[in-house]
């Protein structure tokens, strides 16, 4: 595969190499599409979540949020705090 990189490109692969963080310009463009791909796979699972979201305010299974419910939650979240806390003391 060869590729061709505009000079910005270029010079930022070469930045890299100088940096010492990689050893060849083929380390760089894998990194690049390592990170790419994972961007991509985060992308599907928030678009996937999303749709769920969607499906479950079309079906009625959600709720407003109020200042009594966000109460509600909160205390749950010390509730659940102050059991994890007794049941794992400091070491």
Avoid: C, H, W
């Amino acid at each position: 595969m060869n590729i061709s990189l505009p000079d910005d490109l270029s010079a930022f692969v070469a930045e890299q190499l100088e940096s010492g963080g990689y050893n060849n310009q083929s380390e760089v463009v894998r990194e690049g599409l390592r990170l790419m791909r994972n961007r991509a796979d985060k992308l599907r699972r928030l678009s996937a979540a999303l749709d769920a979201g969607s499906a479950d305010i079309d079906a009625g299974k959600t709720q407003p949020l109020t200042d009594s419910l966000l109460s509600e939650i909160a205390e749950r979240g010390r509730e659940r705090v102050a059991r994890e806390t007794i049941s794992s003391p400091e070491r």
